[in-house]
């Protein structure tokens, strides 16, 4: 299989990579810095300076776009869409896989979610035009794992260094020391998620993830992992104390029952596996495992 890959270095980027490779698809990667990769084929340029990649694009069998900003600011989403926009002009045939985000499942919530909900939809209209493959639109949960960009705004290592200052974390009602939390999946069985995707037949829109954690799971599991004191707390309105801390006060839930049944990918990464994968790559892993 002929693989044009964006992302390649992001949080789930580089276990996408690795993946392709193990399974032998001949890989073409867009990345502004270029790294040595055997097996693959890569290209220095970015989504406004496709470049040479778009010849990539127009001769493989599947795109699977990750590359993102991750920012709500107004010019790097603007950014996203037209780096999106211009993939989508050299895709002829094969499926599209663009990886979105979870949260929309909460809503527009922000100007990433808002770039987010347009990628989609630019996806569908092209595909809607024909002369294309499947259309495919992964929703993951928060992504949690020891990989190199670990600590890149991502919540585990948030809730690390928070823990590790032995913070306070504040829940807004005892129902939602309960409840609040998300959906997460670990960066070797999103890699996984990717391939199993790649043997769709049915465009769509499909929700991703490994299983679900409150933060107090999340927050005791670090905790009795690493040893750290972190506390909780349960009182209206935001952290106003030295040392308080909270994180997003609501539930996302990823119902994954569609992508699971048809493509019969199973998950194989558990909270606890994940977070010992944080914390063996922090050096702060206790003697004995979770």
């Given at each position: 299989m002929r693989v044009a890959l964006t992302g390649a270095t992001g949080f789930g980027g580089t276990e996408v990579l690795a993946e392709f490779s193990r399974r032998a698809y001949e890989t073409t990667a867009l990345l502004r810095a270029p790294i040595p990769a055997d097996g693959v084929a890569v290209i220095a340029g970015d989504l406004s300076n496709?470049?040479?990649?778009?010849?990539?694009?127009?001769?493989?069998?599947?795109?699977?776009?990750?590359a993102c900003s991750r920012s709500s600011a107004e010019n790097d989403v603007t950014a996203d869409v037209e780096g999106t926009a211009g993939l989508l002009a050299h895709w002829k045939?094969?499926?599209?896989?663009?990886?979105?985000?979870?949260?929309?499942?909460?809503?527009?919530?922000?100007?990433?979610?808002?770039?987010?909900?347009?990628?989609?939809?630019?996806?569908?209209?092209?595909?809607?035009?024909?002369?294309?493959?499947?259309?495919i639109c992964l929703r993951p949960g928060i992504f949690l794992g020891g990989g190199a960009r670990r600590n890149d705004r991502q919540t585990l290592g948030r809730v690390f260094a928070a823990a590790r200052e032995g913070a306070t974390f504040v829940f807004s009602s005892e129902a939602g020391l309960e409840t609040f939390g998300s959906s997460f999946i670990g960066t070797a069985d999103f890699a996984r998620a990717i391939c199993a995707a790649l043997t769709l037949k049915?465009?769509?829109?499909?929700?991703?993830?490994?299983?679900f954690c409150t933060w107090r799971e999340l927050i005791e599991t670090v905790n009795r992992c690493a040893g750290t004191q972190a506390q909780l707390a349960v009182r209206p309105g935001p952290p106003n104390a030295p040392g308080e801390v909270a994180l997003s006060q609501s539930r996302c839930e990823l119902d994954t029952t569609t992508f699971d049944t048809t493509t019969g990918f199973v998950p194989k990464q558990s909270l606890e596996m994940l977070v010992e994968e944080y914390l063996r790559a922090e050096g702060e892993l206790e003697a004995k495992p979770c």
């Open positions: 496709l470049g040479a990649f778009a010849g990539a694009v127009e001769a493989s069998d599947a795109v699977v776009h990750l045939s094969g499926s599209f896989v663009l990886v979105s985000s979870g949260a929309l499942q909460r809503g527009i919530e922000s100007g990433y979610a808002l770039g987010k909900l347009a990628g989609e939809f630019a996806l569908h209209l092209a595909a809607s035009a024909g002369r294309r493959g499947p259309a049915q465009r769509g829109d499909f929700n991703v993830a490994g299983g």
